[in-house]
């Protein structure tokens, strides 16, 4: 009984789902947190360019993301090369309408609520050329593991400098798709308010390494959850609302990020500058993204030649007893190891050759 009933629980739900998006979100599936609040964010999530909307990570990244942002609903669809039979994704341009005609449906469903739209991979890249389009207003782009860098090395950032919405970074900090360093020459460029959260030793999908969670005495659940309260944070900012789920040891952030040294695992780098955009505030002025400051450079420069001389000591070659002595004694030493011959060809002049020990 109860799982006949749990069937047409999930064939209802399915039906509406087609009902509310026909023809354009036939295999979308929704995660939603209802509730009475008009401030609540609605969030539109696209996947990347090697899983679909069902796949685990992003079902458990729409759950994470409705109950942390309050979201009156976390929208879900598949791109049509998922199910058209197709084993590599299109380019992005090419997934650019289908996306946008998504996200003018939900905005159309929420018109009082915050639109934010997300992405994983490539879905987060298609996510800001959607937000750059005239016709969508759109309050912030979440980009999930951006994937910066082509398979053939090429820098993808025009997405990023057309931006003209706030945009939020998690990102691995071992992700071969996004150097961190690429990522912050171009945060810099940005004219848009921005901000950037690291999970340490993550790969392009937040993978740690056992070895690096026993280390850190970190789990990857944990790791993933500091991850969304920080989303959470820079929304709620971003929307001048209250997020309720926010972290109770979470300090006020003023839009401007400003990253620092090295930050204890699994950090947010957006830094509070409190005082300064409490100020701000008060006066009325707009705050400014700040680029990258100098003490983050200095402090980059100076644990590199660390590293390198700390390999130097590690891997430097001992000299040899050879190369210690005087040159006159190792130039004795080889000629006494050698037969010595005369010229007319009689033979050795000593019986045996003589050696001197090392």
């Given at each position: 009984?109860?799982?006949?009933?749990?069937?047409?629980?999930?064939?209802?739900?399915?039906?509406?789902?087609?009902?509310?998006?026909?023809?354009?979100?036939?295999s979308a599936e929704t995660s939603s947190v209802?509730?009475?609040?008009?401030?609540?964010?609605?969030?539109?999530?696209?996947?990347?360019?090697?899983?679909?909307?069902?796949?685990?990570?992003?079902?458990?990244?729409?759950?994470?993301?409705?109950?942390?942002?309050?979201?009156?609903?976390?929208?879900?669809?598949?791109?049509?090369?998922?199910?058209?039979?197709?084993?590599?994704?299109?380019?992005?341009?090419?997934?650019?309408?289908?996306?946008?005609?998504?996200?003018?449906?939900?905005?159309?469903?929420?018109?009082?609520?915050?639109?934010?739209?997300?992405?994983?991979?490539?879905?987060?890249?298609?996510?800001?050329?959607?937000?750059?389009?005239?016709?969508?207003?759109?309050?912030?782009?979440?980009?999930?593991?951006?994937?910066?860098?082509?398979?053939?090395?090429?820098?993808?950032?025009?997405?990023?400098?057309?931006?003209?919405?706030?945009?939020?970074?998690?990102?691995?900090?071992?992700?071969?798709?996004?150097?961190?360093?690429?990522?912050?020459?171009?945060?810099?460029?940005?004219?848009?308010?921005?901000?950037?959260?690291?999970?340490?030793?993550?790969?392009?999908?937040?993978?740690?390494?056992?070895?690096?969670?026993?280390?850190?005495?970190?789990?990857?659940?944990?790791?993933?959850?500091?991850?969304?309260?920080?989303?959470?944070?820079?929304?709620?900012?971003?929307?001048?609302?209250?997020?309720?789920?926010?972290?109770?040891?979470?300090?006020?952030?003023?839009?401007?990020?400003?990253?620092?040294?090295?930050?204890?695992?699994?950090?947010?780098?957006?830094?509070?500058?409190?005082?300064?955009?409490?100020?701000?505030?008060?006066?009325?002025?707009?705050?400014?993204?700040?680029?990258?400051?100098?003490?983050?450079?200095?402090?980059?420069?100076?644990?590199?030649?660390?590293?390198?001389?700390?390999?130097?000591?590690?891997?430097?070659?001992?000299?040899?007893?050879?190369?210690?002595?005087?040159?006159?004694?190792?130039?004795?030493?080889?000629?006494?190891?050698?037969?010595?011959?005369?010229?007319?060809?009689?033979?050795?002049?000593?019986?045996?050759?003589?050696?001197?020990?090392?």
């Amino acid at each position: 009984m109860t799982s006949n009933c749990s069937r047409m629980a999930e064939s209802d739900r399915e039906q509406v789902v087609v009902q509310q998006y026909d023809p354009i979100l036939e295999s979308a599936e929704t995660s939603s947190v209802k509730c009475s609040n008009s401030n609540s964010p609605v969030v539109v999530f696209a996947h990347g360019s090697g899983a679909s909307s069902t796949s685990e990570w992003m079902i458990r990244w729409r759950n994470l993301l409705a109950n942390a942002l309050n979201a009156v609903e976390v929208v879900t669809f598949d791109y049509p090369y998922i199910n058209g039979g197709r084993k590599a994704a299109p380019k992005a341009k090419e997934l650019v309408g289908f996306h946008s005609d998504v996200v003018r449906k939900v905005a159309a469903k929420y018109p009082e609520h915050p639109l934010i739209l997300a992405g994983k991979s490539m879905g987060s890249r298609i996510s800001c050329l959607v937000a750059a389009e005239n016709d969508i207003e759109a309050s912030a782009v979440v980009c999930l593991g951006y994937s910066l860098r082509a398979t053939n090395g090429v820098i993808l950032d025009g997405p990023l400098l057309q931006l003209t919405v706030p945009i939020m970074f998690v990102q691995g900090g071992n992700d071969r798709f996004c150097p961190l360093k690429s990522l912050e020459a171009i945060r810099i460029k940005l004219k848009v308010v921005n901000a950037l959260h690291v999970i340490e030793h993550g790969d392009h999908s937040f993978q740690i390494s056992k070895k690096k969670l026993q280390l850190a005495g970190m789990t990857h659940r944990k790791a993933e959850e500091f991850a969304v309260k920080a989303v959470a944070v820079f929304v709620s900012q971003i929307t001048n609302k209250e997020v309720i789920n926010t972290p109770k040891n979470t300090t006020s952030l003023p839009l401007r990020a400003c990253p620092k040294g090295a930050l204890p695992q699994h950090v947010s780098r957006m830094e509070a500058c409190v005082e300064d955009g409490a100020a701000a505030e008060q006066n009325g002025q707009p705050i400014e993204p700040q680029p990258m400051i100098e003490e983050f450079r200095i402090t980059k420069q100076k644990q590199s030649r660390l590293k390198i001389k700390k390999f130097q000591r590690e891997k430097q070659i001992q000299p040899t007893w050879n190369t210690r002595k005087r040159k006159s004694e190792r130039i004795l030493k080889n000629k006494l190891k050698k037969r010595v011959y005369d010229k007319d060809g009689r033979g050795s002049t000593v019986d045996k050759p003589l050696y001197i020990d090392d």
